[in-house]
């Protein structure tokens, strides 16, 4: 089963703020973006377990900041809400955080139901367009990702 | 002759590369990302230094190459003036598509992997000084035009995401075909081991540093402004004397930057 | 809130319910210095600058009674951010020292960072500029019962230190870490930053004369106010309780090295502005207790009062509570006061010109308020004035007289016999977490940046910088404390600690130059804890006495600047004294300075500072017996002094071309360092028998951190070395020599002793780190 954490910033969200101002003001998205949000996504991979919720709580704990984040755990579903186009962005080459991650979830911390831990950004694109996937799609290539290292994918 | 060292909101070697320019015979100014983008044109050549542009927002190097002074860059990089892009600066050429400089953005430089026997020893940021070797032949591009073929140079690097990768499989055939790969990095004898310490952040083929097709621009990883005085050298670096003023192997890149506008203009 | 004429238990209860710290003494003497009921603003405001770690209430007596904070290099003692001393007649040297270490403890990234942001904000603010910092950081056991947290603490301060530090641009010049069981729930994460400025170019914090009959704009400079951080001092002013944690992270502060950045740049213009229109402005950096801190100490410290308004403060939300507005420690920010023909240029340098607003949400340059004549502290929100308080009563604080009792400690030295293999013992000191090399950590930290290094760590004892382009001079700085030492005897902690930090300085050939203490205990409430504390201070004075400056006869090394961190206590226990000294020193050309990696085969191998049976507190009892001992390492004042003045003589004058000092792991660790730093070609040959009497064992006598030096001698210069020592009145005691086998050797009466092949001591000193972090 796949713990899924979304955790988002309760304090500014700098990072979305500079990228939503450069699509503003440098990149002709000005009409079209009304605003822009992020989060951050783990997938954990876990063999089955009884209390899933229980145990998406305490990887929490590890992974969230309270003090300036909060999140939304959810066992193998993934659910956006309305009103946005969801992008995730992720590497596609080796990832040495996620690495690092599942080391210290299996070894350091005893979670050894762990089998994989995926990271990724989930950036929210609030869009005026007739075809707003095309023009998230757009928005990803043009800036969110970098091809060479990183994979995008419309939710 | 004047150079332009450009400095967006989170550089942070902009000062010590003025002085290391300076020290290399070259007049310069530090100038400021927002000002009027003709004040630019005034400038012979260009150095975008090390440091944090916003803070490696998004991605090291991406808000700082959509600012419109990158425009401008493009536009003189185009009429042949030298940029050279150092740490930060490297990453922000990448990213605005300026180097390798083929066609559009073809490669990214991805957080630092340290490979030993196969085993993932370490990863992230690191701080050491390492030996660069020139692979490509003299005179062919501006920060390296005074620097013979297979000279070591003796630099430090600082960084997070010094990973050359890119999911072009041609691509390094291409750089090393055009003679595009500028410095690797290597033991004290020259030789590029593919691991970790000698390759210090499992970039491609040890890769360091790359020019593009007309040579006028160089990215490379390494800071040469910080080895641009002897003093500057490692304690057990047998050359690290001479007095304050005496010049360092980092000095070689701002002076072959100054024989380049004065050859070319 | 109502205090006047009701019963204490009520007035302790109102008091707490509203989350306040202040006692019920504390509160009636502030309705009776008011003559009415507090508002709940002014309550906080008061909570905040009575706090423990705004008034230094329980230690002030203390500090005053004992430190000796001037002397003739001293351009500005503790009385300001950062201390100042002369460095020649046009530059100075700016330093500061501060404590971060509950915040630390549970968030370590963002509480470490936040310590950085700080003490790089103090030094800046004095119109510097930031060349430097350095990090004593203290860790419980890695390898204990608590291992788990102690390295989820120990990986994420490391990771906040680097990932401001590398951002903002200044070098990590030098620091420690020490793994320490006392410390598994309480960390500390201790920095210092240095800097550089003109000494007609210093900015003083305090309102300017003529300020405040000239009515001159307070202006807010940098983040928008928010909540993080608010009760940050009264969190730091209480001991850590795991049940408070939730409640805890709430007073964290968030960093951001990106805006403080843009923020040192813009202060430099601003500064300019102000050298070119020959105008005196404050500036001040918001640190703990806020914007109610800063403002408040700024006009009382010049005989002024204030008049701000929270409603011109820029804040995340006009929502914001004004107590919150006024205490909150939201980070990156200062505060100036100019005259208000100057404003408008101020506003544009940072609105327009660094874009503030573009750079962070919200960021600006706003005016607040005015300096006045009435010596009130006022401010006004939503129309009313929340807060009319006497702005000295308010900053001037309470003193305490704490109890102190001497803990009742039971010492004993291991009557366990020394080990067989005693290369193998040395083995195993060189891999213990105290001991090993540090580079798994400081390879994460840009030393580089800026381009000032001469020495980095893992060179030498001491970091150099040459900070200023063009000039000879460089600045040293070392970092020193043992707190195993400080579970013996808090006195000798104290002592020694300023000892070593001097001794570390000179072994470069740099002169100790000045100091700064801080000083981490725990709840000075307990009497015994109160009486660490006075030793600790006792034993660092009585130290800076003794070891003068070099040049001038009797007079102490001055401490210019400090902090003084405690509650370092939860409920399993308090931390060991840990009295931390940074030792600021000065070295006319940098040339001369000498790195501590052996140079050469054949020269000879001096010993500074004879051995003595002192094991207690060493990482050989502590790695080999698992055992603390009892005769903890003395400083013999007089020849602690000749050592370090000898060494800094011997070195100027080129007899000395490597030095090393005799600390953690005694004279075997010191072997073994100076001949694995740089490519490790080069080993040792030593003969022990003059090491030490020859009644002390082998062991003691390889492992006894007694203070001294080990000196390479250049060849051909043994009689300038040895009339050198002869005019300290220190003893000549030559070991042996340098060999060109990568092997370090030591003989006792003849017998082998120690026969350490460099490869595995490498292996081993290398890993040792890496293993208690993993």
Known sequence: ?155 | MKIAVIQFPGTNCEYETLVAAKSAGVDGEIFRWNRPAQELCDFDGYVIPGGFSYQDRLRAGAIASKEPVMETLREEAEAGKPIVGICNGFQILVESGLLPGLDGVDAALAQNVMVSKNQIVRRGFYCAWTTLRHDAPPNRCAGTFLIEKGELLPIPLAHAEGNLVTADENLIDRLNEENQVVFRYCDEEGNSTPDYPVNINGSRQNIAGICNPEGNVLGMMPHPERSNFAWQLPAFDPAKKGGLETPGPGRRIFESMKRYIEVKR | MRIIGLPDQEVEANLRGAGLGLSVPEARSIADNLGRDPTFTELFNYDTMWSEHCSYKSSRATLDEFLHTTGPNVVQGPEEDAGIVAIDDEWCLVIAHESHNHPSQILPNEGAATGIGGIVRDVNCMGAKVVATADPLRFGDPHGSDSNHVRWVAGGVVDGIWQYGNALGVPVMGGDVVFDESFNTNCLVNVVAVGVVKKNEIIKSRAPAGAGEKGYDVILIGKPTDSSGFGGVTFASEELREEDEEANRGAIQIPDPFLKNVLFKANQDLFRLARERGITIGFKDLGGGGFTCASSEMGASAGYGMDLSLDKVHKVSDDLPAEVASCAETQERFLLICPPEMTPKVLQIYNEYWDLPNVYEGARATVVGKVTTNGRYITHYKDEVICNVSIEHLTKGIRYQREERPREITLSEPLIAPPEDLGAALLKVLASPNCSSREHIYRYYDTEVQGNAIIRPGEADAGLIAPVRGKKFGIALSVDSNPFYGRISPYWAGATAVAEAMRNVAAIGATPWTMTDCLNFGNPEKPEAFWEFRECVKGLSDAAKALWIKGYEDTPVPIVSGNVSFYNESPEGAVDPSPVIACAGLIKDVETAVAMHLKEPENRIYLLGPRFDELGGSDYYHTIFGSLGANVPNVRFEMERNMIYATIDSIAEGAVVSAHDISNGGLGATAAEMALAGKAKLGMNLSLDSAGSANLGTDKLIFSESSGFLLECKTGKEEVLESILRKYSLDVIDLGAVTDSPKISMTRKEKVAVDLDLKAAKKAWAEGLVEAMR
Do not use: C
């Not at chain 1, 869009?127 to 095309?134: A, E, G, I, T, W």
């Not at chain 1, 990803?140 to 060479?148: K, Q, Y």
């Open chain 1, 1 to 155: 089963m796949k713990i899924n954490l979304r955790v988002w910033l309760k304090i500014p969200d700098a990072e979305a703020v500079t990228v939503k101002n450069t699509l503003i003001r440098r990149m002709g998205y000005g009409k079209a973006l009304s605003d822009l949000k992020k989060e951050r996504l783990w997938s954990i991979e876990v063999e089955d377990v009884e209390n899933p919720d229980e145990l998406a709580r305490k990887f929490a704990r590890q992974l969230v900041n309270e003090n300036k984040e909060d999140y939304i755990a959810s066992v193998d579903s993934l659910v956006f809400e309305e009103g946005y186009v969801p992008v995730k962005v992720g590497l596609h080459i080796e990832d040495g955080e996620a690495i690092t991650t599942m080391n210290q979830l299996q070894n350091r911390l005893g979670f050894d139901m762990v089998t994989g831990v995926e990271r990724s950004t989930v950036w929210k694109l609030y869009l005026d367009s007739n075809d707003s996937v095309k023009l998230a799609e757009e928005i990803a290539e043009r800036l969110l990702i970098n091809p060479h290292k990183d994979f995008y994918e419309v939710l």
